[in-house]
């Protein structure tokens, strides 16, 4: 009882780093363990054959796992790339529309953009499949009454992929444009009033005030950005199931439908290893471009 009240912190924080341990560290782990075996997920871990890496070769050779893996890479990449590049600067434009120029309702108009991205993903990927839809669907019917000609979302490879994008920024704008906002209100109010007596207009405060002070939310933003991205999983699930053609195949539901549906739990763990592994690399190299730029000036 003395040992543990004189490490208070250590009794305070045993929990959160138990269940943390619980949770993520031994799953993780027993994914990488896995990840160099031959594993149905039908069978007990006993039954685990141990192959070296031969998951990771079939990863990056020809035969159809690897080829598919390789797609359902790149297509994540597409998304993540345009998501975070549509994402942050309608935040940014968002959160200035509310904050910098106090429209009238800003408040409610705050709490209407996050309200979105308290809509589970589940309902948001069933709606938006029915406004995606080709005949009866209102984004289409709009389109007839500018005389435009349908056009097939989610049942073309060319927009299916795009079109999901535009679901996911939907969801999570609201999101990043509280982020953007908080960020703003810590930028002291002397420095636009020392701006405009320098007579700087609108758009230098915005360069020269503004976006050089929001660098650090801009970076965690960016951060979140990219791992929610990297996650999508239920718009693939349930509108497209990875078509057409693969072309909205991505990791989450590829890993998922070879290590569930196939039962090949050591090459889905492979899979997830790689998927780890890419996230941790983006992330480094995000932070140490910032770094970079911040030394830089």
Do not use: C
């Not at 910098?100 to 948001?124: C, D, K, W």
């Not at 090949?264 to 592994?277: E, I, P």
């Amino acid at each position: 009882m003395n040992r543990a009240l004189k490490h208070p912190t250590f009794v305070m924080v045993s929990p959160a780093v138990v269940l943390i341990g619980v949770f993520i560290f031994i799953p993780m782990a027993l994914t990488i363990w896995l990840s160099f075996h031959q594993w149905s997920t039908q069978t007990s871990f006993g039954t685990a054959r141990f192959v070296g890496l031969r998951n990771y070769e079939d990863l990056f050779g020809t035969l159809s796992a690897g080829r598919d893996f390789r797609g359902a890479f790149i297509n994540t990449a597409i998304y993540t790339a345009l998501s975070v590049v549509v994402i942050l600067p309608l935040s940014v434009a968002l959160g200035l529309l509310v904050y910098q120029t106090r429209v009238a309702g800003g408040q409610l108009l705050r709490a209407i953009l996050f309200s979105t991205y308290m809509v589970p993903m589940i309902a948001v990927a069933l709606v938006w499949s029915k406004l995606y839809s080709p005949t009866e669907g209102p984004i289409n019917q709009i389109f007839a009454w500018f005389g435009l000609a349908p056009q097939p979302w989610l049942s073309s490879p060319d927009t299916a992929l795009v079109s999901i994008v535009v679901l996911n920024v939907w969801q999570q704008v609201g999101y990043f444009t509280v982020l953007a906002i908080a960020g703003m209100t810590q930028i002291p109010s002397t420095l636009y009033e020392a701006a405009k007596v320098d007579g700087a207009n609108p758009v230098q405060e915005f360069f020269g005030v503004t976006l050089p002070l929001l660098k650090r939310t801009l970076l965690f933003s960016t951060v979140i950005a990219v791992i929610n991205a990297v996650q999508v999983f239920e718009p693939v699930a349930l509108i497209t199931q990875g078509g057409p053609a693969n072309a909205t195949s991505v990791l989450t539901f590829y890993i998922r439908r070879v290590g569930i549906e196939r039962a090949q739990g050591g090459l889905g763990s492979a899979m997830a290893v790689m998927l780890m592994l890419s996230l941790i690399v983006v992330i480094v190299f995000i932070f140490t471009l910032a770094r970079e730029k911040g030394e830089e000036k």
